[in-house]
């Protein structure tokens, strides 16, 4: 148990569906990140919230939309996703002050077909 | 960013010390070396982290060469629980990107 949680846990959805990806974490954090983990490749870095704002985006398409209402909660909005998004969506978090460590959470394993 | 290099895998036995080591010939004076790992079907957790001595805590010791150029991270007594793909990464100072690499598979063996 890492502080951070992610629901749901699985989820399968078709291209034409939205859907919402929630990550919690109870660990007091301002800094909070969501990171893809593609079958065969390292994992990527997506969007880095600090503060509730967002400080980067590694060009990420837009059919991922993040919002962070605020420090504890970050959602990745998922709209005519293509199957090669499949892949698990892990969330993290740190305090917010730099280089320090990040606490992850268990991932959302998500199926477009 | 600047690179690791890593075995894909790593195979050792039960109740025995393994080193997992890493390559990193491109450091840089302000980057500091982390590991991670990944447990099957869980998130990465941190492992340790270290600049320029070696650093031990209850998890592992990180042994880092003179130069800085490689490092060799060391579970004293593996145990099955510590089958992961562990990750090296190197993080300047400040940043607060974690990148990740392909990693090591780290396979114990009862």
């Known amino acids: 148990e890492t502080g951070v949680t992610q629901t749901p846990r699985h989820l399968v959805m078709g291209m034409t569906n939205k859907k919402s990806l929630k990550c919690e974490q109870h660990l007091g954090h301002n800094a909070m990140y969501w990171y893809k983990q593609s079958a065969k490749k390292p994992l990527e870095l997506m969007f880095v919230y600090n503060f509730k704002e967002q400080t980067e985006n590694n060009s990420v398409p837009s059919r991922f939309s993040p919002e962070c209402p605020n420090s504890s909660h970050l959602f990745l909005h998922l709209h005519t996703l293509q199957p090669e998004d499949s892949a698990l969506y892990l969330c993290?978090?740190?305090?917010?002050?730099?280089?320090?460590?990040?606490?992850f959470g268990p991932g959302t394993r998500l199926l477009v077909l | 960013d600047a690179k690791t290099t890593q075995p894909n895998s790593m195979e050792s036995n039960e109740e025995e010390p393994v080193h997992l080591p890493c390559n990193h010939s491109t450091i840089s004076g302000t980057d500091y070396i982390h590991w991670y790992r990944q447990l099957p079907s869980q998130g990465p957790e941190y492992v340790i982290h270290?600049?320029?001595s070696n650093v031990n805590n209850r998890m592992a010791s990180l042994a880092i060469a003179e130069d800085r150029k490689s490092s060799t991270l060391i579970l004293h007594r593996a145990t099955l629980r510590d089958a992961a793909v562990y990750y090296c990464i190197l993080r300047p100072q400040g940043a607060q990107k974690l990148v990740f690499g392909q990693g090591t598979r780290l396979t114990i063996n009862p």
């Open positions: 993290a978090s740190s305090p917010g002050q730099g280089e320090e460590t990040q606490y």
């Open positions: 270290g600049l320029t």
